[in-house]
């Protein structure tokens, strides 16, 4: 496929390997969640096959805890209103009484407010955790804006080892090229390319190029 790929002109891409670091954000919640349920399955009368009831709750609990990013809760951004906590509102005063529907003109100002005020303060405070959250990492780590340099000898991770008797780091391998998602397409000893790309994160740079910034830099 590879060589008919070549002489057809197709832009062949491949699939890379899962990584994490792809998406923080999608796998955090991903394991807020399944925590969650996993407690709310602990009790004695929870049912486990029955595990789908409790994700309209959860996913409720999560909506109305304060983000670290702007301070606020995702429910109240995206409604406009304060949501309502997990407790008994029938013993307050008036709790059978509905509230009358909002006229258009206390809609309209409600959407004015949220366009003006609210989603502005949003921005700012978004644009400030990140930019401290950007200096305190510069602080602690070095970044490398350059690609590795074509034929580098690198060691490949290898992220499906099933036991600690087969080695982390497999290889050597050399960088053989790029690609448009700043992978590496890695070849072996015998210069057979491997099947899939390789993201950086998985590479491990073993002899460096002499005209290269990460020259003297140990892994």
């Known amino acids: 496929m590879r060589e008919f790929s070549q002489i057809s002109g197709m832009d062949r891409l491949t699939s890379l390997p899962y990584a994490a670091q792809a998406n923080g954000v999608v796998e955090a ?23 789908d009831e409790y994700l309209d709750v959860i996913q409720y609990a999560m909506n109305i805890q304060y983000a670290r990013l702007h301070q606020s809760q ?4 995206m409604f406009g209103l304060a949501p309502n906590l997990f407790q008994n509102y029938t013993q307050l005063p008036n709790a059978d009484q509905t509230p009358e529907d909002p006229t258009k003109e206390v809609i309209d100002a409600r959407l004015q407010n949220i366009k003006d ?31 590795y340099p074509i034929n580098s000898k690198v060691m490949l991770f290898d992220p499906v080892r099933s036991t600690k008797l087969h080695p982390r780091w497999l290889g050597p391998y050399f960088i053989k090229n790029y690609t448009r998602n700043v992978s590496y397409t890695l ?13 950086t994160q998985h590479i491990r740079v073993v002899d460096f190029s002499d005209n290269h910034v990460t020259k003297g830099l140990s892994c």
């Not at 995702?74 to 951004?77: D, R, Y």
């Not at 700012?124 to 970044?143: G, S, V, W």
């Open 29 to 51: 919640y991903v394991g807020i969640s399944k925590r969650s349920i996993f407690i709310s399955l602990t009790h004695d009368a929870a049912e486990p096959e029955a595990w």
């Open 117 to 147: 005020v609210v989603i502005p303060a949003i921005h700012k405070r978004i644009k400030e955790t990140q930019l401290r959250d950007h200096e305190r990492f510069e602080k602690h780590h070095k970044i490398i804006e350059e690609k």
């Open 187 to 199: 070849a072996d000893i015998t210069g057979e390319l491997l099947p899939r790309d390789v993201p």
């Open 74 to 77: 995702s429910f109240a951004i």
